[in-house]
Each structure stands twice: as C-alpha cells, then as structure tokens.
C-alpha cells in the first residue's frame, strides 16, 4: 500500500479558518486526512491519495453537483454518498470558490436553525433554503 501525503498544514489551516467560522463547525482527525463535522455530520474532508495528489471533499446540492461532474479536474464525484463531490487541491487552487462550495455544504449538513445564520451571498441562495 502507498504511504498517503500529509496535507500541508497552511492548507489545513486555511480550511479551518473557514469552516470553524460556522456555528458548531469542529475540526477532527478522519481515517486519513482531517473533516470538518457539524452535530456529527461531515461538512468537508481533506486528505492526502494513495496517488500523491490531495483532495477535498464536500456536500453539493443536485443542480451543483451535475454541472461540478461533469467540469472535470479539479471536480470529481466521490464514489459513496448522493451528493458528495471533491476537488482537487495544488498550488493554483480557487480558494474563494473553495469557501463557496465549502459554505453550501455546510448549509446543507447543518440542521435548517443553524444553516440560518450563515450569511450567504445572493448567488448562493435558493429559494428552497
């Protein structure tokens, strides 16, 4: 089995700063990598391949996620849960779109009171939230 690269640290934090930013989102060590959980479910997952490259993964709504699929790198669709997408992470990575993507997913695992509070911009709002 091929050892899994740490994710970098700058990397890590950077995240953290963002996710741990909505109410009762904590950080925690996963299988491999570090998650970002809310009331136990998971928000984002980062973590190191078997390939050296590293990745992120988090929820999409449907829309969100047929139009991220089918983009291509850095967007793959994970191969469990219904509406679980990732990116791929390096050196040119989008961060602003990254906190996008990472705050619609927060809004969608977190229950409906807390998701509430979370201020969004109004591209990223729909009017089933």
């Given at each position: 089995?091929?050892?899994?690269?740490?994710?970098?640290?700058?990397?890590?934090?950077?995240?953290?700063?963002?996710?741990?930013?909505?109410?009762?989102?904590?950080?925690?060590?996963?299988?491999?990598?570090?998650?970002?959980?809310?009331?136990?479910s998971?928000?984002?997952?980062?973590?190191?391949?078997e390939?050296?490259r590293?990745?992120?993964?988090?929820?999409?709504?449907?829309?969100?996620?047929?139009?991220?699929?089918?983009?291509?790198?850095?967007?793959?669709?994970?191969?469990?849960?219904?509406?679980?997408?990732?990116?791929?992470?390096?050196?040119?990575?989008?961060?602003?779109?990254?906190?996008?993507?990472?705050?619609?997913?927060?809004?969608?695992?977190?229950?409906?009171?807390?998701?509430?509070?979370?201020?969004?911009?109004?591209?990223?709002?729909?009017?089933?939230?």
């Amino acid at each position: 089995m091929t050892d899994r690269p740490d994710v970098p640290d700058p990397w890590i934090d950077r995240l953290d700063a963002t996710l741990t930013a909505f109410p009762e989102c904590y950080q925690e060590r996963a299988w491999t990598g570090v998650r970002w959980s809310v009331r136990g479910s998971t928000v984002a997952h980062v973590f190191g391949g078997e390939d050296g490259r590293f990745r992120i993964t988090f929820r999409a709504e449907p829309d969100e996620l047929h139009a991220l699929e089918h983009l291509g790198e850095p967007y793959f669709r994970a191969g469990w849960g219904a509406n679980v997408v990732g990116m791929l992470l390096a050196e040119g990575t989008d961060w602003q779109e990254l906190t996008e993507l990472l705050t619609d997913s927060y809004c969608i695992q977190a229950p409906g009171a807390l998701a509430a509070l979370v201020e969004r911009g109004p591209a990223e709002m729909s009017s089933d939230r």
